[in-house]
Each structure stands twice: as structure tokens, then as C-alpha cells.
């Protein structure tokens, strides 16, 4: 048996004595632990005092300094020597008189013996955020134990592994119990007392423990959920996929990353075109202005974001930030579509998994999430994504398939609703069914509705040419030399870590990735080439590169995996984490001391306009 101790002078002399009485009764050989995870108060004077008085049946292990919770329990698993483990906390909350109903719950296929508190007794506060730190970290591993954080615990020696034990702080306690139930072996739980704490003060519970265990928790769910999955590891009694728990995941390291990249811009105000965008809303966002939207051929090709744009400031009013938020929600939602990707079968989630992290930080598109007025750009891009995932699962699954080609077609009508550039969804879904190992002409024809509303799409807007604001005011034009508009836009999207991971690729003739790199390539050909036709500037504005960012991150993704096998083989493991953050560091260092002054100019006219306004 073992505690763990920090500042614990006033409780230990008598959980000690009672620790000590209570294995003299129930066992035959036993031995006591105490580990002093660096104390400041006179814990060492204690336990010395203590040690003389029990000899060797107590043994103290010390550290120099505080190492935190976790340390201290890999430090009595290291030391424990009997059969069976038994712990405690050593702030005297539990009474180990109790640990002899675990002992007669023991069986032989046993391996865990859990206590869970019956009533904890604590201040509502803790009470509240240990309730919620249990329900999260159990929704989160799916770990079926009621009670993770109850420590009173009781192990057969034989299915711990001391080893697999990383955390420093509380977190350790799910990374135990986890690979506890992991193990196969049986697991037990029975309700044990919880009593207030006499001595001392809980280091759990102050902010920066917090902080510390949350941030543990999610270096704990990357280490054991998500480096597996990108691994290519089988996990007992688990599946990948999008999960709530997974899905849940993703979500959560997705929205960091697009914060880190994109969190400062939260701060711009309206630029020029904003305001264009809220005033066209405020006509046309309405039921009432739906009649009036129909008969404009230009904007009821933008109706989606018309929409969003009216209820944003009918419930927020005009404030900049509400309208920005509304775009990096948007972002992190397409993000996570990206991550969809991965139940398609040429792409998979490993590479998935690469690519949305990369897309979320991706520079070159950043106008469509920073400048409001692009937001066509990322409604199109959540609607058509939708659309071609319902697709996938139409074309790769037996179940629901009348349901997700309806999902499908309705999502594709949304996207035609939000810019003219979804129709590159019909030959996408083209592509989708020639890379299908087994495809036939019946699941080709499955694209023939979404080709012919595409086709009536584009002839009410050549019917309303004289009307249509870009027909008459020389944007875009049929003649215009798109193949080297193309050619330039396509280049200028992998800079610079599209072009690194296509050379890495042709170094270490990494030949498995050329279907998906063929994939990658038609995927941002297919993307771009609506907006080729625009004359107004030599290259696709960055706005309407996103779309097709798609590609070039799918390529980044092939790189890292292709540079991680080889990294391994030679023993340069850190290569690829430190390449990642460099990644990481560059693409949101560009965002916010290179494109946010940029940003700030644009706005700062319309600012001065507004002031002058104002005064």
C-alpha cells in the first residue's frame, strides 16, 4: 500500500496508524509506502518520526522538489512490490479500513478493485468541477468506470505497467484506469465514504492545476486516441471513425488551431465591402425581401450568407466581432468537413486527420475568413463539402443510402445558393465515383439530377445576362486566357509548403501517394477553374482558393506521413514534430504580423469615413 504526500504533516501520523492497523488485520505481508512529492512543510520530519516508530515496515520515497500528482503515483508503482497494489490519497479524505471490502471483492481474474464516492464532501465548487472533469475525460476515452477520479484503487500487480504512465499531474489517474480496462482483465467497483479534509488545502483545485490537468488531458488524448489512429494501430474494442468522442476531439484541437492562427484578426473592424454585405442583407435577408432576392440573378446565388448575415445582426447587432466570429465558426466547421474526407476510401483518416490540421492554419486562403464579405466563399465550400461526403457514404455504404443521396442533392441546392462555384461538386462527385474500386455506369447516372440542375442553374443566369451585374461590368468573361490564370493561381496556392511537400515527395519517391496526389491535383484544377474566367486580375484571388486549398493540404498530409516513415527508419523521429511546428509558427506568424496590417489598412478608409460621419 501506498500514498502519495504533499504538505500532508498533520494527517499522515494517523492514516499511517490506521493504514498500518487495518493491513495487519485483513492481510498476511504487506508493506507501506508514503511518497513525499517535494513537501515545504515538516511532512520529512513526520515520516522520519514515523519510520522509526514502524521500522521497516514502512518505507518513505522522496523527491527533491514538487513533481506533481502523477509523478508521485508513478513513483509508488515503481516501488511496490507485493502481489496486489493498493492506494490512497494521504490527505486522510478515505478511511483504508475500507480497502477490506475490496480485498474480499477480489476474484482470480480480477485486475482492478475502484472505489467511487458515495457522497463527495467538498465545497459545491469542487464538487461541480470534479462532476464535470469525470463526465468529460469519460465521455472523452470512453471509460466506463462511474468514478475516475476516486483514489482509492486496489490492482493486481501483474496487469499494471508503470511504464505506459506519463503524466505528470492528475490526468495520470485516466491514463491508469484506461489502460486498466484496456488490459482484459476483470474490474470491480463498490462505494466507499468520502470524508471533508481536515489538514491542508487540495492541490487539484487550485486554477494553474487546472489548467496544468486539462492541458494534460488533451496531450493524453492525442498520445493515446489520435497518434494510434495516424499510426495505422488497431485499438481494442475500438473503432475510428467520426465518433461523438473522436469527433469530439478534433473538434476541440481544430478550434485551437484556428484561434492560434486567426484569433487576432476577432480584433479588425468593417472593411469597405462589410458594409455592402449588411446593407444588401438587410434588403434582401427577410422573408419579406425572398421575392424581391428571386428576381436578382446575381445575388440569390449568395442567398445563404444574405440570410446569416440579416439574423447575425438582428441578434447581435452591428458589431464586428459577432460578424467575425460567425466566419471562424464557419472556418472551423469546413475544417472539420475536411477531416470528413477520411471515410473516403483513396484518402483515409490518417491523411485526413494531417490535412484538416494544416487547412485550418493555411494562410493562402485567409481572405475568405477574415474579410466578412467572402463569407459566400465558406458557406459554398461547408455546403459542397456536405455534399460530397453525403455522396461518399451514398457510393461506400449499404445502410441509409436513400437518406444520404437525399442529403446529398438537398446540401448541393444550398451550395448553388451560396455562389455560382458549386458546380464544381458535380464533376467532384464524377471523381468520386471513377475511384471507386468496383464502380459502375448505375452509380454514374446517380449524377446525372445534380449535372441537369447545374445546367438550369447556369441558364437562368445566361437568361438574365442583361441584368446580371457581372455580364455587364467586365469581371469575368468567357475569352479570358484561363488555362494560364490556372496554371499561375495553382502555383501561387502551394506556396510555400504545397511546392516543400511535392518536392519531398519526388526525393523519397514516395510512389504509394500517386493516386491520392492525382486526386489532390484534379481536385484543385476542378476548384479553381470557375473562377479562371475572372479578368479583373491575373491570378484567382485568395478568397476563392479555399475550395481547392483542399488539394494542396491533402498533398502536405502525404508529405508528412511519407517524411514521418523515413524519419523513423533513420532514427529522427523529431523531425516531423519539429517540422509541424515550424509549419504552425509560420503560417500563423504570416497571418498576424504580415496579412493583419494589410487588413487593418483596408479598413482603416471606411473607418475614417464612419468618424467623419459621426462628427
Known sequence: ?????????????????????????????????????????????VLETLRREYGSVLRVVPHDRNLGYGAALRSGFAAAQKEFVFYTDGDGQYDPAELESLLRAVTPQTGLVN????????????????????????????????????????????????QRLRSSGGAICVELVRSLELSGSGVIELPVHHYPRRYGRSQFFRMRSLVN???????????????????????????????????????????????????????????????????????????????????????????????????????????????????????????????????????????????????????????????????????????????????????????????????AFVCYLLALLSKESAVAVVPLLVLAVVTQREWNLRSLWGTAPFALTAGAYFLLAFAARKTHLHFNDGTFSLDAPFVEVLIRSAGGLSRVWG??????????????????????????????????????????????????????ALIVAAAALTLREWAAIHNKRWVVPLLAAVLIVHQSGYLWFYKQPQYALRAEPTEALVRAGRQ
Open 499 to 552: 511546392l516543400t511537400a511535392i518536392a519531398l515527395l519526388l526525393i523519397l519517391k514516395a510512389r504509394r501517394w500517386l493516386v491520392l496526389g492525382t486526386i489532390a491535383g484534379i481536385w484543385v484544377v476542378l476548384t479553381l477553374l470557375p473562377y479562371s474566367f475572372l479578368t479583373y486580375m491575373p491570378r484567382v484571388p485568395s478568397r476563392h482558393t479555399y475550395f481547392a486549398s483542399v488539394g494542396i
Open 213 to 407: 490537468t486539462f492541458f494534460q488531458l488533451g496531450a493524453i488524448f492525442v498520445r493515446l486516441v489520435v497518434a494510434p489512429v495516424l499510426a495505422g494501430v488497431p485499438r481494442p474494442n475500438d473503432r475510428f471513425g467520426l465518433s461523438p468522442r473522436t469527433a469530439a476531439g478534433m473538434l476541440v484541437g481544430l478550434t485551437a488551431l484556428t484561434l492560434l492562427a486567426y484569433g487576432r484578426a476577432l480584433q479588425l473592424p468593417f472593411i469597405a465591402d462589410d458594409y455592402v454585405q449588411v446593407q444588401l442583407a438587410r434588403d434582401y435577408g427577410p422573408v419579406s425581401g425572398w421575392p424581391a432576392l428571386a428576381q436578382d440573378a446575381l445575388y440569390r446565388c449568395r442567398a445563404t450568407s444574405l440570410v446569416l448575415t440579416y439574423w447575425t445582426e438582428r441578434a447581435f447587432g452591428l458589431d464586428p466581432l459577432a460578424f467575425r466570429l460567425s466566419g471562424l465558426v464557419l472556418h472551423i466547421l469546413g475544417s472539420f468537413l475536411v477531416f470528413g474526407l477520411g471515410s473516403w476510401r483513396p484518402i483515409g483518416w490518417k491523411v485526413a486527420a494531417l490535412a484538416t490540421c494544416f487547412f485550418a492554419v493555411s494562410q493562402r486562403h485567409s481572405e475568405a475568413v477574415i474579410w466578412y464579405a467572402a463569407l459566400p466563399e465558406l458557406l459554398v465550400f461547408v455546403f459542397s463539402l456536405a455534399s460530397f461526403l453525403c455522396w461518399v457514404h451514398w457510393l461506400q455504404s449499404r445502410s441509409h443510402r436513400g437518406a444520404a443521396y437525399a442529403g
Open 1 to 45: 500500500m501506498f500514498c502519495p504526500a504533499y504538505n500532508d504533516a498533520r494527517s499522515l501520523p494517523r492514516l499511517v496508524a490506521r493504514i498500518i492497523t487495518t493491513l495487519r488485520r485483513v492481510v498476511d505481508d504487506f508493506e507501506v509506502i508514503v511518497v513525499n512529492d517535494g513537501s515545504t512543510d515538516d511532512t520529512a520530519e
Open 115 to 162: 472505489g467511487y464516492k458515495i457522497e463527495r464532501n467538498d465545497p459545491w465548487h469542487r464538487v461541480a468541477i470534479g462532476w464535470l472533469y469525470n463526465r468529460l475525460a469519460r465521455w472523452l476515452f470512453r471509460i466506463r468506470l462511474r468514478d475516475i477520479d476516486c483514489d482509492f484503487r486496489l490492482i493486481r500487480r501483474s496487469v499494471l505497467d508503470p
